[in-house]
């Protein structure tokens, strides 16, 4: 009489389970990843096709020959934080717009925004409206 096992063992590998732990990981990772931000300044980029209409409460201007003027009323560059921090106080809205000439250097403008952000207000640049002439 032939006896012989009908059970064989078998000694394949399965990768499923382990495709599914790489998958989750992959997920973990691409979630966690979006929540890391880098510190930049809070700046509304206006578009070149139209401007948005904002009426802002406290403006400052900085000329070609890098005269500053907060609401129109000339001042000095070392006032310029008690200006617009006074000038925030009496608007309702804390936005700061920035009306700086083109040729204007940019660590001037980013000398104004760091300002304004230490003063936790929001900046804004104006710009022209380009014509499509």
């Known amino acids: 009489m032939d006896l012989k096992n009908r059970n064989k063992l078998e000694t394949s590998f399965s990768l499923a389970s382990m495709t599914d732990i790489i998958f ?19 700046v509304n980029l206006p578009s070149s096709v139209e401007a948005p209409t904002i009426t ?14 907060v609401n129109d009323e000339p001042i ?5 934080e008690a200006k617009i921090k006074d000038a925030l106080r009496k608007s309702s809205e804390p936005v700061v717009v920035l009306n700086i000439d083109k040729d204007v ?10 300002i304004v952000n230490k003063l936790k207000a929001k900046v804004s640049i104006a710009t022209k409206v380009e014509s499509d002439n």
């Open 105 to 114: 250097p940019t660590g001037n403008t980013v000398k104004v925004a760091s």
């Open 56 to 69: 802002p409460k406290v403006q400052v201007t900085i000329t070609s020959d890098l005269q500053y003027f």
């Open 24 to 42: 989750q990981l992959l997920i973990f990772f691409m979630l966690t990843s979006s929540f890391v931000n880098p510190a930049a300044l809070p």
């Open 76 to 80: 000095e560059v070392k006032e310029l």
